[in-house]
C-alpha cells in the first residue's frame, strides 16, 4: 500500500497503516539474566515471531555465533528485523586512529553478521561522548555517512536511535543527520524521547521518511527505566497517531528493562493491540 493512503473523513484514518502483526520485541527484555541466543527460544515461546537482537558482547559479533543466531531463529520460526549495536563497540569517529580502524573492520564483520541472520538494519547509538562537542560531533557525522553508504551497499539500512544521553535526542539533530544525504535510517524509542523530555509525535514527524524501527517502552520521571507500555505517563494515543501520520508500517518492537515475568510482554503487547485498534475502527 505504501505512502499512497487512501483520502478518507480523517487524516488519522487516511494513514491508519500501523500493522499489530508487527508488534515483535527485543532480545534485551530478557538482559541480563538470558543469553542472547536463548531469547529467541522464550521469544518465540511467547508467540512473539518478530525480533531485534542486542548483540552484548564482541564475540556475540563473530561468524559463528552469527551461524548459530540464524538457525536458532529458523527453529523458532523467528524472524529477525534488526541488530542492535553496543554502543561501546562502534566508536566509529574516534580520534585515536587504531581504534577508529578496528571499529570500522567490526563494523564492516558486523554487516556480514547481519546478512547470515537475514536482519534488514541495524540500530546505533552514534556518538554518546561530547554530544555538543563540535569536533566530535564533525567526526561522528562523517563515520555516520560513511556506515550509511556501506551499510547500504550490503543491503542494510543502518538507523541511529534517539537516545537521551547521546547525539541524536531533538528533532533538529534529524535533519542535520538528514542533511547529510546519505541512506541513512531511524529508530525511534518512545521512552528515550519522554526522557529527553522531546514530546514523541514531534521526533516521529521529523524521521518522516527513514522511519524504519521503533521501540516501545514507557517512562515515569521518578520510575524505573523502560517500563512497560500502558505503566507511565507517555501519551500512547498521541504515539499511535504520530505514526500513523508519517504512515509507518513497520516493526513495533516492545524493550522493556527490569522483566519480571513473561506475562508482562504478553500484557504489553495486549495494550499495543488495543492501541492500534482504537485509532483504526
Known amino acids: 500500500m505504501g505512502r499512497a493512503c487512501l483520502m478518507t473523513t480523517s487524516r488519522w484514518d487516511r494513514c491508519a497503516l500501523v500493522n499489530p502483526e508487527q508488534i515483535g520485541l527485543s532480545t534485551a527484555c530478557f538482559y541480563p539474566h538470558t543469553l542472547t541466543e536463548d531469547a529467541l527460544d522464550l521469544a518465540a515461546e511467547l508467540g512473539f515471531s518478530l525480533v531485534e537482537v542486542f548483540l552484548q558482547t564482541e564475540s556475540e559479533y563473530r561468524p559463528d555465533f552469527a551461524a548459530m543466531l540464524a538457525r536458532r531463529a529458523r527453529a523458532n520460526g523467528v524472524r529477525i528485523h534488526s541488530l542492535h549495536l553496543y554502543a561501546t563497540l562502534f566508536d566509529l569517529w574516534s580520534p585515536y586512529a587504531r581504534m577508529r580502524e578496528e571499529t570500522r573492520a567490526r563494523f564492516l564483520q558486523l554487516l556480514e553478521a547481519a546478512a547470515c541472520v537475514g536482519a534488514r538494519a541495524l540500530t546505533w547509538h552514534g556518538l554518546r561522548l561530547g554530544?555538543?562537542?563540535?569536533?566530535?560531533?564533525?567526526?561522528?557525522?562523517?563515520?555516520?555517512?560513511?556506515?550509511?553508504?556501506?551499510?547500504?551497499?550490503?543491503?542494510?539500512?543502518?538507523?541511529?536511535?534517539?537516545?537521551?544521553?547521546?547525539?541524536?535526542?531533538?528533532?533538529?539533530?534529524?535533519?542535520?543527520?538528514?542533511?547529510?544525504?546519505?541512506?541513512?535510517?531511524?529508530?525511534?524509542?518512545?521512552?528515550?524521547?519522554?526522557?529527553?523530555?522531546?514530546?514523541?509525535?514531534?521526533?516521529?514527524?521529523?524521521?518522516?521518511?527513514?522511519?524504519?524501527?521503533?521501540?516501545?517502552?514507557?517512562?515515569?520521571?521518578?520510575?524505573?527505566?523502560?517500563?512497560?507500555?500502558?505503566?507511565?505517563?507517555?501519551?500512547?494515543?498521541?504515539?499511535?497517531?504520530?505514526?500513523?501520520?508519517?504512515?509507518?508500517?513497520?516493526?513495533?518492537?516492545?524493550?522493556?528493562?527490569?522483566?519480571?515475568?513473561?506475562?508482562?510482554?504478553?500484557?504489553?503487547r495486549r495494550f499495543i493491540e488495543a492501541g492500534l485498534r482504537s485509532r483504526s475502527r
Not at 233 to 238: C, E, S
Request: proline residues 7%; aromatic residues 8%; contains cysteine.
Open 131 to 268: 554530544i555538543d562537542d563540535p569536533a566530535l560531533v564533525g567526526s561522528f557525522l562523517e563515520s555516520a555517512a560513511w556506515a550509511a553508504e556501506v551499510a547500504h551497499a550490503a543491503g542494510l539500512t543502518l538507523c541511529v536511535e534517539n537516545v537521551s544521553w547521546c547525539y541524536l535526542r531533538r528533532p533538529e539533530h534529524v535533519a542535520v543527520l538528514k542533511g547529510l544525504g546519505v541512506p541513512l535510517g531511524f529508530t525511534f524509542d518512545s521512552f528515550q524521547a519522554a526522557e529527553s523530555g522531546v514530546a514523541p509525535e514531534a521526533l516521529i514527524a521529523a524521521m518522516d521518511g527513514a522511519l524504519t524501527t521503533v521501540h516501545l517502552a514507557d517512562f515515569a520521571p521518578a520510575g524505573p527505566r523502560h517500563l512497560s507500555p500502558g505503566k507511565g505517563i507517555l501519551n500512547w494515543p498521541g504515539v499511535f497517531a504520530a505514526l500513523r501520520r508519517v504512515a509507518y508500517a513497520g516493526p513495533l518492537l516492545i524493550e522493556i528493562a527490569g522483566l519480571d515475568a513473561p506475562e508482562t510482554l504478553l500484557e504489553a
